[in-house]
């Protein structure tokens, strides 16, 4: 796979993203793994980019791995079944009766329910920090194991939808 300005402009992104490219990028030929690394181009823009350049099929394969890949993080999640869901629809596809627009909504959703587990586990860590601290009798030390059990749950949550970003990419490379 080639990925380039010319490639690109076939695919009609929006103008602040492409702008976005030819500004930050050489004007040269790009392997999919050069393009995954770069770090000048968001991750929205790559799984934008990639997601269309991909055939049906490596969609699917890709959309699959990324299911996968939160399926652990079911036991803190409230909507569990929505992963294994997406993972057998993944997995069952079939080519010949495949619609690409429901692909795509089936791709985009797949790698959103990655994020939500990813986000759902942080939380649930923090919960449990939360409540442990609770126990604690002053008022203020509450409040203040509160404000600092939310700040670790952004902080986790923020390094897993990062780690989630870096498996998706990744996960590219192997379809």
């Known amino acids: 796979m080639i990925i380039n300005t010319k490639t690109i402009a076939k695919l ?3 103008t602040a993203s492409f702008d976005n490219w030819k500004t930050v990028s050489e004007p040269r030929d790009y392997s999919l793994r050069e393009f995954i690394t770069l770090n000048t181009i968001t991750y929205n823009d790559k799984m934008w980019l990639v ?23 079911d036991n803190y999640w409230s909507k569990r079944a929505t992963t294994y ?13 495949a619609v690409v627009d429901t692909t795509y909504a089936a791709t985009y959703a797949t790698y959103a ?5 990813a986000y759902a586990a942080a939380i649930a860590y923090a919960t449990a920090v ?9 008022a203020t030390a509450v409040a203040d194991a509160a404000a600092t059990a939310v700040a ?12 989630q970003q870096n498996k998706n990419l990744n996960f590219m490379l192997e379809v």
């Open 51 to 73: 997601t269309r350049l991909f055939t049906v099929v490596q969609n699917v394969a890709w959309a699959a791995l990324c299911a996968n890949s939160v399926k652990h993080l």
């Open 113 to 117: 329910t990655a994020y939500a587990a």
């Open 85 to 97: 869901a997406a993972y057998a629809a993944a997995t069952a596809y079939d080519a010949d009766t």
């Open 152 to 163: 670790a749950a952004y902080a986790a949550a923020t390094a897993a939808k990062k780690n």
């Open 12 to 14: 009609k992104p929006c």
């Open 130 to 138: 939360a409540d442990a601290d609770t126990v604690v009798a002053d």
